[in-house]
DNA sequence: GAAACCATGTAAGTTGTTACATGATTGG
DNA sequence: CCAATCATGTAACAACTTACATGGTTTC
């Protein structure tokens, strides 16, 4: 699924600007899609164009005019349409997974830092999803964030348990280098 | 990390052709990484005009020639590099979740289909993946392929406990089309 | 007073995929 | 006999990111 859909896609469950659109990737959906305001805007002028939003603008003073979309009876039959395919598969990439893949030439701090700092990011993201859950209605959106939340917590055990199988044979560099 | 730093990283592991690079992104990297061969042999021949990998082309008949890669110093160097560099974040993008998200557009039976086919995938991926485990030597790479399993473990065990969440509120079309 | 937030948009550049081009061999 | 495996490579295309362009407001 394109930023373009999944722009549709969200705009199926509320009005919104696209910089309220870029909010949404960056809370709800942070842990599986990303999305810039270079493929956001662009894409919701593009769907206005075609008929499948309409836009109003609401004047700001001392501010651009905050264009809110709204998705048309054309736009949700679109979006169904995209809906009803079946879905592609994941796409992931990890450059913590691949650095991993090359712990044994990594001197052991480094390595052990690069650990830690994964695991606190991991706690950092559980709270945050844990914060957006408060005030969730939407059963789908509870699932993926509960999803999300699941992963974190997942790969923390998995990490905890198991770094000191790459640990043990990391490079045992004295000095650092300054 | 790029395709081409990878295949990099993948030459300090052992030599080989283009084609078994492929091979070990479809098997060990599968659940982390992606690469098609329009992406791995432009990259290969670039290291190696950089003086990063030697190649040794292996004659074979009836056949292109098998071309061997291995890393040189230089490259060895540039890796370990890339490698000090501090991680970029992970990049998901999960038309699964996507569509998750919006459950409620979808008729039940379909919404039911696509998570038994999830569930599917993800018991293949496991059965996959500790084939693999069998005959891994290095640490890292016995790490990753457990990370791996332990993934695919908490999406199944997540998905079979939080599934009706979803189902429930699911569409109750009576008759999908045919 | 600096940083982050609000608010939109474009153009250039990166990175990668898909499809094409070629063709023998092996296993079911 | 059909599909998959082995084996390499290119060109066209898609999709997205980064940086630029602009500028007031709020929070620490």
Redesign the interface.
């Known amino acids: ?1 394109d930023i373009r859909t ?1 722009c549709l ?1 969200l705009l ?1 469950l509320r009005d919104a600007s696209g910089y309220e659109i870029k909010k949404s990737f960056e809370n ?2 942070s ?4 999305a810039s305001f270079g493929s956001i805007y662009p894409a919701l002028s593009k769907l206005t164009a075609e008929g499948l939003l309409t836009c109003t603008a609401q004047p700001q003073e001392k501010r651009p005019d905050k264009k809110v979309y709204r998705i048309t009876p054309a736009g949700r039959l679109a ?2 349409d995209a ?2 395919k ?21 001197p052991a701090r ?1 390595l052990a830092q ?1 650990i830690d700092e994964r695991l606190v ?1 991991h706690r950092r993201s559980i709270l945050e999803q844990r914060a957006l859950l408060k005030d969730v209605k ?7 964030i ?2 999300g939340l ?2 974190h ?3 923390i ?3 905890e348990e ?1 770094r000191h ?2 640990e ?2 990391a490079l045992l560099t004295p000095g650092g280098g300054s």
């Open positions: 699924m999944l896609g199926t709800d959906l842990d599986f899609y990303e979006f169904l809906l009803a079946p879905p592609g598969r994941d796409h992931v990439r990890s450059d913590f997974l691949a650095t991993m893949l090359f712990a044994d030439l990594l480094h690069l990011m939407s059963a789908g959106k509870r699932f993926i509960d999803y699941a992963w917590e997942a790969a055990a998995y990490i198991n199988l790459i043990s044979e």
